[in-house]
């Protein structure tokens, strides 16, 4: 269990000098280790059995990153010089304009042996795990043997160290072996250059007023050893939330656990989030050449299995995942690299035209090419100055907006769903979809589930139905080669059929070749959720089909009281017009959940009351919730809602299943929710307590019982009275304003204009951030009708084109002029504490992001904890009550 600490604790592992550990000293560490990472989850290690010390890693990480920016360039990725020939290995530059928070270089070196006709180098990918390592010109850089011998001693210890984890687990010591074999371990040198600060044009800094190098986020693999110079800036995130300072410790090194080894110990080891802030800023008098020298250094080891290895949990249950799957996988959010899936996305943007997009593309490419100019480190800078604006920059799309209202889904015009109106087809059939914070892919229900067309409530209740047959578009897929976020629960089913068709977006224009997922007619429908999951498939196509500026997004829900009135969702920005005037945002962190439900989108309720009166037990430590509207109601522990059920009357006979109460004894109460950042809302009677709705005698969907009200607040229980997924469903957000900013690792929660502001028009405003998803700044997505190579092509005969100083005064230009269109732009402002010029934050070793693609593999690698996502009934709603999900 993560806890609360001061300090890393130190493990002492002189021991592991000796040749042949004993058997009680190999039983005391591994004892050590288990406590450390069952807790911290971080630890330093102290006398170390390496033969270099720490002057001598830095002096070789020193020596490298001060090669002329050419020279290493001729070592960059595919991604970043794409006349290069190295995909995995080499180097990568700072990213400033796509990613002002994780402003770092790096150089990649795998193991020393891999030759260029490895076997094992699978050809399908463009991103060759197994390739062999590049070097600077042996007369420019000759510490390349120092570096290989670092890179084989690091590997032993880690190897080493896991040998004691698999102790420590109840295993032998060789049990983790076959992750040996053609290890991906990565030794990755980094130098985080000093940022300067701009008063006037403002840092990035991140909602606690600190300037980051390195965003928080989660290590994806197996084992991180770390060497760290004397700046300082590693900070380590305790259970409670706070940052911990770990500094350099004289002769340590630091060790912590990644994702998949938490996954592998079946969550006994704890995978810790951590960050980096900026090194200082140089005094003032400082020249930027003299600045640019100094900085953070760091050498992180990541201790990674073999491409082929299967990798499974120690308890043997669940299921197995390849080494270079995951890998690959987690790859496609790493902004050091390009999108791996090895297809073109198929989504074509016909919204806006073309060429939008071509300008967005060549400024992105100039940008590109401005980092691989010889001179660019001479205004690289500068340019750090000037990322706020460049971001912003990418605003000439506009926010996609789509209404969440009733919606008649059925083709005979009686099935009614409330939700977010898409239609998918050629010609399109209409779906409702409920906005779903959980899920990453848009699932819909196959009108086969429904028996037949003309079944309304059926289909009103799904939110629609699907007939393949009937569309032109529909282009069946395989899996493997699909083009949605393959990290849904369903994926591991086999009960679902995935396709790409067209989606319409309301009035906004529509995708070509969208990925979408179905049901099978085997196991029943599911209501239809639109997918706004960390990896959302749809938010990636409305960004890369050109419809929406951004992933960001607001969402209100609307109200659903008396005088229903409808909801918004902006994607690419928010509904200033929804949020309280005079009220900020306030941030929580998109991070784990405890949840038996995967949840980016959680908080804590510290304190909760109904008509004043308590409903959570004095002491309690709060309770955690998920912000789904894919469920209507707020979803509470069964302890609660009994509660909830004695302090407002309800007939006891119908309950936990139905709260309902005769008109004439409408509860007069308010309820009150406190959050853990002391964030507090007041759901309003007016909407706690609503008429029944339902099917009327014509099928129709209406207020079918005016005497009767409905509380929205339902019981979690389930057959297993563990499984509680407490629920902050689609009403909190009637009162509560979402914005979600997941590039940025954060959500905002501001008081929302609730149902008495009708009148009021929407202001839908943009917020433009680079999105997270494979980098085009580096190199640029094909347009549509671009094959990969002939995208390539064009970079390189721009790059061809462009020379010398003149692109850079040419740049300047285009800075300044951009700057200038921003100030104008910014009169608005935007909510405070969501800097809208968010950056990326990815390292390569996965972010706080990734931990919900991972917590989608704990449903593959199932624990006895974790049940799997897919109930056996074949259902997993939050709200498992179809008619409650459609409502006027
Ligand atoms: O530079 C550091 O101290 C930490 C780097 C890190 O966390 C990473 O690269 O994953
Ligand atoms: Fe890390």
Same mark, same amino acid.
């Given at each position: 269990?993560?806890?609360?600490?001061?300090?890393?604790?130190?493990?002492?592992?002189?021991?592991?000098?000796?040749?042949?550990?004993?058997?009680?000293?190999?039983?005391?560490?591994?004892?050590?280790?288990?406590?450390?990472?069952?807790?911290?989850?971080?630890?330093?290690?102290?006398?170390?059995?390496?033969?270099?010390?720490?002057?001598?890693?830095?002096?070789?990480?020193?020596?490298?990153?001060? $090669?002329?920016?050419?020279?290493?360039?001729?070592?960059?990725?595919?991604?970043?010089?794409?006349?290069?020939?190295?995909?995995?290995?080499?180097?990568?530059?700072?990213?400033?304009?796509?990613?002002?928070?994780?402003?770092?270089?790096?150089?990649? %070196?795998?193991?020393?042996?891999?030759?260029?006709?490895?076997?094992?180098?699978?050809?399908?990918?463009?991103?060759?795990?197994?390739?062999?390592?590049?070097?600077?010109?042996?007369?420019?850089?000759?510490?390349?043997?120092?570096?290989?011998?670092?890179?084989?001693?690091?590997?032993?210890?880690?190897?080493?160290?896991? #040998?004691?984890?698999?102790?420590?687990?109840?295993?032998?010591?060789?049990?983790?072996?076959?992750?040996?074999?053609?290890?991906?371990?990565?030794?990755?040198?980094?130098?985080?250059?000093?940022?300067?600060?701009?008063?006037?044009?403002?840092?990035?800094?991140?909602?606690?007023?600190?300037?980051?190098?390195?965003?928080?986020?989660?290590?994806?693999?197996?084992?991180?050893?770390?060497?760290?110079?004397?700046?300082?800036?590693?900070?380590?995130?305790?259970?409670?939330?706070?940052?911990?300072?770990?500094?350099?410790?004289?002769?340590?090194?630091?060790?912590?656990?990644?994702?998949?080894?938490?996954?592998?110990?079946?969550?006994?080891?704890?995978?810790?989030?951590?960050?980096? /802030?900026?090194?200082?800023?140089?005094?003032?008098?400082?020249?930027?050449?003299?600045?640019?020298?100094?900085?953070?250094?760091?050498?992180?080891?990541?201790?990674?299995?073999?491409?082929?290895?299967?990798?499974?949990?120690?308890?043997?249950?669940?299921?197995?995942?390849?080494?270079?799957?995951?890998?690959?996988?987690?790859?496609?959010?790493?902004?050091?690299?390009?999108?791996?899936?090895?297809?073109?996305?198929?989504?074509?943007?016909?919204?806006?035209?073309?060429?939008?997009?071509?300008?967005?593309?060549?400024?992105?490419?100039?940008?590109?090419?401005?980092?691989?100019?010889?001179?660019?480190?001479?205004?690289?800078?500068?340019?750090?100055?000037?990322?706020?604006?460049?971001?912003?920059?990418?605003?000439?799309?506009?926010?996609?907006?789509?209404?969440?209202?009733?919606?008649?889904?059925?083709?005979?015009?009686?099935?009614?769903?409330?939700? %977010?109106?898409?239609?998918?087809? #050629?010609?399109?059939?209409?779906?409702?979809?409920?906005?779903?914070?959980?899920?990453?892919?848009? /699932?819909?229900?196959?009108?086969?589930?429904?028996?037949?067309?003309?079944?309304?409530?059926?289909?009103?209740?799904?939110?629609?139905?699907?007939?393949?047959?009937?569309?032109?578009?529909?282009?069946?897929?395989?899996?493997?080669?699909?083009?949605?976020?393959?990290?849904?629960?369903?994926?591991?089913?086999?009960?679902?059929?995935?396709?790409?068709?067209?989606?319409?977006?309301?009035?906004?224009?529509?995708?070509?070749?969208?990925?979408?997922?179905?049901?099978?007619?085997?196991?029943?429908?599911?209501?239809?959720? $639109?997918?706004?999951?960390?990896?959302?498939?749809?938010?990636?196509?409305?960004?890369?089909?050109?419809?929406?500026?951004?992933?960001?997004?607001?969402?209100?829900?609307?109200?659903?009281?008396?005088?229903?009135?409808?909801?918004?969702?902006?994607?690419?920005?928010?509904?200033?017009? +929804?949020?309280?005037?005079?009220?900020?945002?306030?941030?929580?962190?998109?991070?784990?959940? #405890?949840?038996?439900?995967?949840?980016?989108?959680?908080?804590?309720?510290?304190?909760?009351?109904?008509?004043?009166?308590?409903?959570?037990?004095?002491?309690?430590?709060?309770?955690?919730?998920?912000?789904?509207?894919?469920?209507?109601?707020?979803?509470?522990?069964?302890?609660?809602?009994?509660?909830?059920?004695?302090?407002?009357?309800?007939?006891?006979?119908?309950?936990?299943?139905?709260?309902?109460?005769?008109?004439?004894? /409408?509860?007069?109460?308010?309820?009150?929710?406190?959050?853990?950042?002391?964030?507090?809302?007041? %759901?309003?009677?007016?909407?706690?307590?609503?008429?029944?709705?339902?099917?009327?005698?014509?099928? +129709?969907?209406?207020?079918?019982?005016?005497?009767?009200?409905?509380?929205?607040?339902?019981?979690?229980?389930?057959?297993?009275?563990?499984?509680?997924?407490?629920?902050?469903?689609?009403?909190?957000?009637?009162?509560?304003?979402?914005?979600?900013?997941?590039?940025?690792?954060?959500?905002?929660?501001?008081?929302?204009?609730?149902?008495?502001?009708?009148?009021?028009?929407?202001?839908?405003?943009?917020?433009?951030?680079?999105?997270?998803?494979?980098?085009?700044?580096?190199?640029?997505?094909?347009?549509?009708?671009?094959?990969?190579?002939?995208?390539?092509?064009?970079?390189?005969?721009?790059?061809?084109?462009?020379?010398?100083?003149?692109?850079?005064?040419?740049?300047?230009?285009?800075?300044?002029?951009?700057?200038?269109?921003?100030?104008?732009?910014?009169?608005?402002?935007?909510?405070?504490?969501?800097?809208?010029?968010?950056?990326?934050?990815?390292?390569?070793?996965?972010?706080?992001?990734?931990?919900?693609?991972?917590?989608?593999? %704990?449903?593959?690698?199932?624990?006895?904890?974790?049940?799997?996502?897919?109930?056996?009934?074949?259902?997993?709603?939050?709200?498992?009550?179809?008619?409650?999900?459609?409502?006027?």
């Amino acid at each position: 269990m993560a806890t609360t600490f001061a300090s890393l604790p130190v493990v002492d592992i002189r021991k592991l000098k000796e040749r042949n550990v004993s058997d009680d000293d190999t039983s005391s560490l591994s004892k050590q280790l288990y406590d450390v990472f069952s807790t911290t989850g971080f630890a330093y290690l102290v006398n170390l059995p390496l033969s270099f010390g720490h002057d001598e890693i830095f002096k070789v990480t020193q020596e490298f990153f001060a $090669l002329d920016l050419e020279e290493k360039m001729r070592l960059a990725k595919k991604s970043f010089s794409p006349t290069n020939t190295n995909t995995y290995r080499g180097y990568f530059p700072t990213q400033p304009l796509l990613d002002p928070d994780n402003l770092k270089e790096g150089f990649e %070196i795998g193991c020393p042996d891999t030759k260029l006709d490895n076997p094992s180098i699978s050809t399908q990918h463009r991103v060759k795990l197994s390739e062999p390592n590049v070097w600077p010109d042996a007369t420019a850089f000759q510490m390349r043997q120092k570096l290989d011998g670092i890179y084989r001693e690091l590997q032993s210890l880690a190897i080493q160290i896991l #040998s004691l984890l698999a102790v420590s687990l109840g295993k032998p010591s060789d049990f983790f072996n076959a992750w040996m074999k053609d290890s991906l371990s990565t030794l990755r040198l980094l130098h985080y250059p000093r940022v300067f600060r701009n008063e006037e044009i403002g840092d990035s800094v991140n909602v606690d007023g600190v300037k980051l190098s390195c965003t928080p986020h989660t290590d994806s693999g197996i084992l991180t050893l770390l060497h760290q110079d004397a700046t300082g800036g590693l900070e380590v995130r305790d259970a409670s939330g706070t940052w911990v300072p770990a500094p350099y410790v004289p002769g340590s090194i630091v060790v912590n656990i990644g994702d998949l080894m938490a996954k592998v110990s079946g969550e006994r080891f704890t995978a810790t989030m951590h960050r980096v /802030r900026a090194p200082p800023s140089p005094p003032p008098s400082t020249s930027s050449r003299e600045s640019s020298s100094a900085g953070r250094y760091s050498v992180p080891f990541f201790f990674e299995p073999g491409e082929n290895c299967v990798i499974e949990s120690v308890s043997g249950e669940g299921e197995s995942v390849v080494y270079g799957e995951h890998l690959r996988m987690k790859m496609k959010t790493w902004v050091e690299f390009m999108d791996d899936s090895g297809s073109v996305p198929l989504w074509h943007p016909t919204r806006r035209n073309a060429r939008v997009n071509q300008r967005r593309l060549e400024r992105i490419t100039a940008f590109a090419l401005m980092a691989q100019l010889p001179q660019f480190s001479a205004f690289h800078l500068a340019l750090a100055l000037l990322l706020p604006v460049l971001a912003s920059a990418q605003c000439d799309i506009p926010p996609l907006t789509l209404v969440w209202s009733n919606t008649t889904v059925s083709q005979d015009g009686l099935g009614v769903a409330r939700g %977010i109106e898409l239609g998918i087809g #050629s010609p399109h059939q209409i779906f409702a979809f409920r906005p779903a914070t959980t899920l990453n892919n848009t /699932r819909i229900n196959n009108v086969l589930n429904c028996g037949s067309a003309s079944n309304d409530s059926c289909i009103g209740a799904l939110g629609g139905g699907f007939d393949p047959s009937k569309s032109k578009s529909y282009s069946v897929s395989i899996k493997s080669q699909w083009n949605g976020s393959q990290v849904d629960a369903e994926d591991s089913t086999g009960a679902y059929v995935y396709f790409n068709d067209d989606v319409g977006f309301q009035n906004n224009g529509h995708v070509e070749g969208f990925p979408l997922v179905m049901d099978s007619e085997v196991f029943g429908g599911s209501q239809a959720g $639109l997918p706004l999951g960390t990896n959302s498939s749809f938010l990636r196509a409305a960004v890369q089909g050109g419809v929406a500026p951004s992933e960001v997004f607001g969402l209100w829900s609307g109200s659903r009281g008396v005088q229903p009135h409808d909801g918004l969702l902006v994607v690419g920005g928010y509904d200033r017009a +929804r949020v309280k005037p005079s009220s900020n945002f306030t941030t929580f962190p998109v991070g784990k959940w #405890s949840l038996e439900r995967a949840c980016p989108l959680q908080v804590t309720i510290t304190n909760l009351t109904y008509a004043n009166l308590p409903l959570m037990t004095a002491g309690s430590s709060g309770i955690d919730a998920c912000i789904e509207p894919l469920a209507q109601r707020f979803v509470f522990p069964p302890k609660i809602a009994t509660m909830f059920a004695t302090y407002t009357g309800q007939n006891g006979t119908l309950y936990p299943n139905k709260m309902w109460y005769n008109v004439s004894n /409408r509860p007069t109460g308010d309820m009150s929710i406190t959050l853990s950042n002391g964030y507090t809302t007041t %759901i309003s009677n007016a909407e706690l307590f609503a008429p029944l709705r339902g099917s009327d005698k014509n099928g +129709r969907y209406a207020i079918t019982n005016d005497s009767v009200l409905e509380a929205f607040v339902a019981d979690n229980r389930k057959a297993n009275p563990d499984d509680v997924d407490t629920a902050l469903g689609g009403m909190f957000l009637t009162f509560n304003y979402l914005l979600v900013n997941y590039p940025k690792g954060e959500f905002g929660l501001a008081p929302a204009v609730a149902a008495d502001a009708k009148n009021i028009s929407p202001d839908p405003t943009a917020i433009c951030t680079p999105t997270n998803r494979p980098a085009p700044t580096q190199t640029p997505r094909p347009t549509p009708s671009d094959s990969p190579s002939k995208s390539s092509t064009n970079v390189g005969a721009i790059a061809g084109g462009v020379v010398g100083g003149v692109a850079g005064i040419a740049l300047l230009g285009a800075l300044a002029f951009i700057l200038f269109r921003r100030r104008r732009k910014t009169t608005k402002g935007m909510p405070s504490e969501l800097d809208p010029q968010s950056p990326v934050p990815v390292s390569r070793q996965a972010s706080e992001l990734m931990a919900h693609e991972m917590s989608y593999n %704990i449903q593959e690698m199932p624990t006895s904890r974790h049940a799997s996502f897919r109930k056996p009934d074949g259902r997993d709603e939050i709200e498992p009550q179809p008619p409650a999900y459609h409502d006027q």
